[in-house]
């Protein structure tokens, strides 16, 4: 066993072991879940994390159990969100990791080589992992985007023009499903007309079917809740829900700033609502509506 200057070194270098067995049995998991040419890239990061933990074993003189829970919500992650963006996520974990890595290679040459094998992994590496459906996040984020603005609108107009649930949630349901079909032939002609190399059926497939699991998540609180009321604040509290969790995916896939691109997306999207909103009020007026 090397020697270690005191024991308060040894704990960050234990912290940093145990980080490099996580990662390692992470990316092992991730390769045995993939094919093709992304196995053998995952392969190539989960050995280098191996042998950083047994670089750091040279100097702790013990082995380490892996953090599973970390382990197993990103393992997770990797399952509902692709392996692109569970990887993304976790590297932008190791940025806290890399004040140690400096402060470590000061006294341990390994410290260093350790920290350009990281930068390598999230520069060069990951760089060439293809992941399908990370080639049509442009398709899904059109199909929820457009449905959030379209259909927030919609129905905060309809609203104050119908007052009744039922009827609200049901003419949500039909344009919506309209809407979903024809912002799938949208795609599909306007990626068979680009040629971007990207499959037109598929971008279409994306793109309608996140548009009408939209729909569906909107439409839920008219067809569930007595009052319309109600039902447009819970519709709202899924539109920011919605907006959030695709901003926080995006901004870690195509590594986006969160805080400006939330802002827009909800400015709009709550615009609309609000603009609809005013709209169905004075056509209520206007055109003396009683339902």
């Keep these: 066993m090397k020697e270690v200057p005191n024991e308060d070194v040894r704990k960050k270098i234990l912290i940093l072991q145990r980080n490099e067995l996580t990662e390692h049995l992470f990316y092992k998991a991730l390769s045995k879940m993939v094919k093709d040419r992304n196995s053998e890239l995952l392969k190539k990061i989960?050995?280098?994390?191996?042998?950083?933990?047994?670089?750091?074993k040279k100097y702790t003189g013990m082995d380490t159990s892996p953090k599973i829970i970390m382990l197993l919500k990103y393992l997770l992650f990797s399952k509902i969100f692709g392996f692109t963006f569970?990887?993304?996520?976790?590297?932008?974990?190791?940025?806290?990791?890399?004040?140690a890595y400096s402060q470590l290679s000061k006294t341990f040459p390994e410290a260093e080589e350790i920290m350009r094998d990281e930068e390598e992994h999230e520069d060069i590496l990951i760089g060439m992992i293809e992941e399908e459906r990370i080639k049509y996040v442009g398709s899904m984020v059109l199909g929820i985007n457009d449905a959030l603005v379209e259909l927030s609108g919609a129905l905060a107009g309809l609203s104050l023009t119908l007052?009744?649930?039922?009827?609200?949630?049901?003419?949500?349901?039909?344009?919506g499903i309209a809407a979903s079909l024809s912002m799938s032939a949208s795609e599909y002609l306007s990626q068979k007309a680009e040629k971007t190399g990207i499959s037109p059926s598929k971008a279409a497939f994306h793109t309608g079917i996140a548009y009408i699991l939209t729909v569906i998540l909107l439409t839920i609180p008219y067809l569930t809740l007595p009052d319309y009321p109600t039902a447009i604040i819970v519709m709202l509290i899924s539109v920011i829900l919605v907006i959030s969790v695709l901003t926080f995916f995006i901004s870690i896939v195509k590594d986006i700033p969160f805080r400006r691109m939330f802002s827009e997306m909800l400015f709009i999207s709550i615009g609309v609502a609000v603009t609809s909103f005013a709209i169905g009020w004075i056509m209520r007026i206007v055109f003396n509506i009683e339902v």
Excluded: C, F, P
């Design 86 to 99: 569970a990887i993304k996520l976790m590297e932008k974990g190791e940025e806290k990791a890399e004040k």
């Design 46 to 56: 989960s050995e280098d994390e191996l042998r950083h933990y047994n670089e750091w």
């Design 163 to 175: 007052q009744n649930n039922r009827l609200i949630g049901v003419a949500g349901l039909v344009t």
